[in-house]
Nanobody, 120 residues
């Protein structure tokens, strides 16, 4: 299973970015992020059909996870970005809808990470 993340970059506070993650199949997909010196943290999750999503409280109302199953691609639209959103963003996948979805070890497949930097 291969996951390929892209779309990171440098943006000013209040700006937007869209991350993409292309998978080699259809899985439950999630985004995590890891800031320097911090643990990897859950951002958002989407079911394999796209019908159900979960978000971390810190991004609710600003980030939207979606998917295009024809392209095996999951997106993370990030709006109203803040400096504290600066991190390496990772996409993750799993075959199952896990109950403890906020825990990184619940996902078997990981992309390589893409850097998002938000300047103040």
């Amino acid at each position: 299973v291969q996951l390929q993340a892209s779309g990171g970059g440098l943006v000013q506070a209040g700006g937007s970015l869209r991350l993409s993650c292309t998978a080699s199949g259809r899985y439950v997909m999630a985004w995590f992020r890891q800031a320097p010196g911090k643990e990897r943290a859950f951002v958002a999750r989407i079911s394999s059909s796209g019908g159900t999503t979960n978000y971390a409280d810190s991004v609710k109302g600003r980030f939207t996870i979606s998917r295009d199953n024809a392209k095996n691609t999951v997106y993370l639209q990030m709006n109203s970005l803040k400096p504290e959103d600066t991190a390496v963003y990772y996409c993750a996948g799993d075959r199952y809808w896990q109950p403890r979805y906020w825990q990184p070890h619940e996902y078997d497949y990981w992309g390589q990470g893409t850097q998002v930097t938000v300047s103040s």
